[in-house]
């Protein structure tokens, strides 16, 4: 998979700049769309002008010759629209495959839309609103909901732009190409203040970014946060190692496949343990009842976000020291500050009411 290309070479004007490793092929793709349309365009108006005069009609009455229809002719103008359509398909159907396929060893960021801002946590707790700090040449992989309505996080010079869909995970994904700070839009009308919902994503050299993420007042990580969530919610009442509790074990869960209570069998994914947060009743695990009370409305789409990092992180033993091991970007271990013992206090609420879009 490349990372880099030469999209600093060409650079097309009037275009956005190109920042990461799409950009350049997705402008390469659309000029191609331009350039093709532009090139029909001429060519028949300029046929039928051509038609138009040379076969106008010269005197009262005349009678057009009858044409017959010509084999030749009509399978040309079959195949090649055929082979050309097929081309553009073949084209975007590699680029969707490319955008929309999990990179490997990503840099995983969570992303809440609201109306009407922009909130991201890093793998090790750091936040931001209405903005966006990504390391340059790493893969970075966003984890999307909202807390309301739909949005789209927006990127132009990412070439990226992916709806966020309340009640669901989206992702996206790109590798920085050049250090800047370049527009975020929500590019999904969303009410009265959807124009006002951006703000700016910034590429640093990875060291800088290291240096940024330690500058930023480290919070607990997504999974500490969770696990802290998981016993205050009282999920660790019934949820008990071994399967010994009113609820299934969740230690080496996450990717596992589950036969559930109807006979049919899951894969457990983020999307799956957050309706089972959010609707018990929709997949029960065999062997076990539909006791489990809903926590909508308990808990932010932030918070439910951080018990599945919890989940994610528990190995064979529940209630360890979790590990979140932030795929590739292993942060220097300054960063993670993992060392510090989690105070026992109740877990703060993700988003206190009234909280404004800017920087806290
Ligand atoms: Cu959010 Cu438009």
Redesign the pocket.
């Known amino acids: 998979m490349f990372d880099m290309n030469p999209s600093l070479l060409i650079q097309i004007p009037f275009f956005p700049e190109q920042a990461s490793n799409f950009a350049f092929e997705i402008d390469l793709f659309y000029l191609f769309l331009v350039a093709l349309t532009g090139f029909f365009t001429v060519l028949i108006a300029a046929a039928a002008i051509y038609f138009l005069i040379k076969y106008r009609r010269r005197s009262q009455g005349e009678i057009p010759e009858q044409i017959e229809g010509h084999l030749k002719l009509e399978i040309a103008w079959t195949v090649i629209p055929f082979v050309i359509s097929m081309f553009i398909f073949a084209w975007g159907a590699k680029l969707y495959y490319q955008m929309y396929t999990d990179p490997k060893d990503a840099l995983e960021i969570f992303v809440t ?1 609201k ?2 801002m922009w909130r991201a946590q890093h793998p090790d707790g750091q936040r931001e609103i209405n903005e966006l700090h990504v390391p340059l040449g790493r893969r970075v992989k966003l984890t999307m909901t909202s807390e309301d ?1 739909i ?2 996080y927006y990127i132009p010079a990412f070439r990226t732009k992916t709806d966020v869909v309340p009640g669901r995970y989206t992702t996206s994904w790109f590798t920085p190409t050049k250090v800047g700070t370049y527009h975020l839009f ?6 009265t203040q ?1 124009s006002g ?1 951006i703000g700016k994503v910034t590429v640093m050299e990875y060291s800088d970014y290291q240096a940024w993420l330690r500058g930023v007042p480290r919070e607990k990580s997504p999974a500490e946060a969770g696990e802290q969530l998981f016993t205050s919610l009282a999920c660790s009442n019934c949820h008990l190692e071994n399967n010994t509790g009113r609820g299934p074990s969740l230690q080496n869960l996450f990717g596992a496949e589950v036969k559930l209570a109807n006979g049919a069998t899951v894969k457990v994914d983020e999307a799956y343990l957050r309706e089972s947060i959010l609707n018990p009743g929709a997949k029960v695990v065999a062997g076990y009842s539909n006791d489990m009370p809903t926590f909508q409305g308990l808990v932010t789409e932030e918070q439910v976000a951080m018990i599945i990092q919890y989940i994610k992180s528990i190995g064979p033993k529940q209630g360890g020291a979790p590990t979140t091991a932030p795929a590739a970007a292993a942060p220097a271990p300054a960063a993670r500050g993992g060392e510090r013992p989690a105070p026992p206090q109740a877990a703060k609420p993700a988003a206190p009411q009234g909280e404004q879009p800017k920087q806290d």
């Open positions: 839309g109306q009407w309505v949005h789209s929500c590019a999904e009308y969303c009410g959807h919902m």
